[in-house]
């Protein structure tokens, strides 16, 4: 049995990058580019005008001005504007030639109006306003051939317009793994079958690939291996044939645990460890074969949740490029948390409550609140849920108001 | 031009549920529950071992016992165990009737060792132990016919879970929006091409699609409407068409607002405000039809990002039902932050940088360091950026060391 941190050690040590590809700008989000942006215009690509209103040049002192021209966005301006002219121009167009500032709409008025002429619309416009260019210079915000990504980063929202504005459609990005995931254990149905006696619903499954879709990744479900070597080594080498990582659920605790690593090495799969000292999810068990990255995950729900988010995920962040993040939060214990065995590393549900707001820091104090849990088959309990705490080993009691790391889950 | 909070309030008030959809379970993450769930069996079904090992009965005080069947996962036990006899049993199997403890695998010896004998291997095991039963109760997680999960439980892995276990596979949730997006203006060209005089790319689409994934939405994209009143109504009519939520970027600054506003109105849509005190994002429109929601967002990429995240989120969650969270953590202001106009609430990019750990609440104290920002065009701020600080309307200078509410983006 080793300790859960150096299993993750372990974990991420055969985490290892699966190369790039190239994928279209619309499934860009979350993942991570492997290439260098450069910029293959400026931006903006021209000077341009920041609001509605009349381009002049600002060293002309007129009051009333001619306007010669109509700019909207889009559109080359064709004349040269001088002293007494001016022309109305759109938010985002291209200044024309001889003006340097643009005067608001609102800062202007219908030169017509006084002389009461009726054969031409404002040819001229008493304009007003302030010492504000409106003007966005050409190269401001990005020169021509500039980096305005690195390698690295990972793609969200405002990074894909940045992308669309320099021209980039396809994107280099580290690639993703393909997931697999298998079920075992001859007492599983699937959801939709009524269990007959001795049986029940195969959960697993269903819920490790929702939590591979919050990472971006959508599992491949294999189905349910029954407890028999021939069935099991199928289903694992289809998927260790067809995927990058391969979930398998059960068939790993002590009794058949020999069974599902003697098909995992009559696969090629190199097993680094076959129990952790972690509560729950002892029987966790981690092989590779080259790239390849297999988990076996206990058989109840609770511990593969737990096993799913402290191990699996990190791996995924790794072979995808992101950085991991240590996702736990400091918050208050509601309550003595009391424990028996203290030779493993606990994560227990709790329900996340805010106190009033503390005068000094302006941050309401958060609390953990302990929930009734029955054991790792309990999945009800992680229902009700908001986080998971994290006990560490050698610790037996945590008296209220101590401190505990909360994971939300 | 009406405050930042007031125009929330009238997108919420027409943000509505769109009634109700019965998705695949495959399909729920993040979704919300139209019906409430119970369960059509007990958790656990029956007696079940939660370890591998020996069924007995826990008043049977013999030492050796002779092992008369073997129980894996799935299989009906088919004897009656009697004092001095024991079934071999697995984790997950039915206890065998006569029986209501399991010995573990580990606090086990064979008998047979000690004899000598090789006809039978193991007839008879030398069983110790500690007290506990290891064994889960019929029903002592879920009675059969309980309410396991609530109408308005946002679904994640664990309800997944839940929902295979009691064999729902088709899921009653709020329906989805369909989300139609917009670009406007002639001065657009899509990603692919490069920009002639005048011109650039489209950037607002690829950000906005992105913005939807991430709240698990699917976004049509229909594309730029150049500025002209027959091109701009048939791209709009299509969109109140075929989606429940339009998403126009662009023409809606003070010289073309009316133009758009125009096209809305001759579109059958109710116009509820188009001007909003908020900085960037002023030029902002808001409109309804029937239950179909028009947002005209601004041009300026920031300002769509900062709207989208601001109105538009919150819309989509009253819609699907989730309860919308209040996003801004409040963080240390690294230096002083000024400003010239005070009647907008302002939305600057900032870094978030983490200082030491505060002694007193373990926390480690969290800073904002306002980005050099050139306004609502320049987007590669926003690629800097891990957050946006409000600062409220009214206030001009914010001293370095104050608390300010950070979004992040």
Redesign the interface.
């Known amino acids: 049995m080793i300790k859960a941190a150096k299993a993750l050690n372990i974990v991420l040590k055969h985490a290892k990058s699966l190369g790039t590809e190239k994928i279209p700008?619309?499934a860009?989000?979350g993942r991570v580019l492997s290439e260098n942006i450069y910029s293959?215009?400026a931006?903006?690509?021209?000077d341009?005008s920041?609001?509605?209103?009349f381009a002049v040049n600002s060293k002309d002192k007129s009051k009333a001005f001619e306007i010669i021209e109509d700019i909207?966005?889009?559109?080359?301006p064709k004349k040269m504007i001088k002293f007494g002219q001016c022309a109305r121009i759109?938010?985002?167009?291209?200044l024309p030639k001889g003006t340097d500032k643009v005067i608001?709409?609102?800062d202007s008025e219908p030169a017509t109006k006084s002389r009461g002429s009726s054969t031409f619309k404002e040819p001229k416009v008493l304009l007003s306003g302030s010492l504000k260019s409106n003007v966005?210079k050409a190269g401001?915000?990005?020169k021509k051939g500039q980096l305005?990504?690195k390698k690295g980063?990972k793609l969200?929202?405002?990074?894909?317009?940045?992308?669309?504005?320099?021209?980039?459609?396809k994107v280099k990005v580290l690639r993703q793994p393909r997931v697999a995931v298998i079920s075992t254990?001859?007492?599983?149905v699937e959801?939709?079958?009524?269990?007959k006696?001795?049986?029940?619903?195969?959960?697993?499954?269903?819920?490790?690939?929702?939590?591979l879709?919050?990472q971006g990744i959508d599992g491949q479900y294999l189905g349910i291996a029954r407890?028999n070597f021939v069935a099991t080594r199928k289903l694992i080498q289809k998927g260790l044939k067809q995927a990058d990582i391969l979930l398998l659920s059960?068939g790993v605790?002590?009794?058949?645990y020999d069974f599902v690593r003697e098909v995992l090495k009559s696969c090629g799969v190199k097993v680094h460890f076959n129990k952790v000292a972690i509560k729950p999810g002892k029987p966790t068990v981690f092989g590779t074969k080259g790239k390849k990255v297999v988990f076996g995950l206990p058989?109840n729900?609770v511990a593969v949740?737990v096993i799913f988010e402290l191990f699996v995920v990190p791996a995924l962040d790794k072979i995808v490029g992101r950085r991991t993040k240590d996702n736990f939060t400091?918050m208050k214990l509601l309550k003595d948390f009391k424990r028996r065995d203290t030779k493993r590393e606990q994560y227990y549900p709790i329900k996340i409550t805010r106190g009033n707001r503390?005068f000094q820091?302006?941050?309401p104090d958060t609390f953990a609140a302990p929930l009734v849990f029955?054991?790792s088959?309990?999945?009800?309990a992680?229902?009700k849920?908001d986080g998971i705490m994290q006990i560490k080993n050698g610790i037996k009691n945590v008296k209220k108001g101590a401190?505990v790391n909360v994971r939300p889950?």
Chains 1, 2 share one sequence.
């Open positions: 700008l619309s860009t989000l293959d215009i931006m903006p690509p021209f341009r920041a609001m509605d209103g909207p966005a889009g559109k080359v759109m938010t985002g167009a291209m608001k709409v609102e966005s401001e915000d990005i305005i990504l980063t969200r929202p405002q990074e894909a317009a940045m992308l669309a504005t320099v021209g980039k459609t254990g001859s007492e599983l959801p939709n079958h009524k269990p006696a001795g049986q029940i619903r195969n959960s697993n499954a269903s819920m490790l690939l929702l939590q879709k919050r407890d059960g605790s002590v009794g058949d058989g729900p949740l400091p503390d820091s302006q941050v029955h054991g088959a309990h999945m009800q992680l229902t849920a401190m889950i």
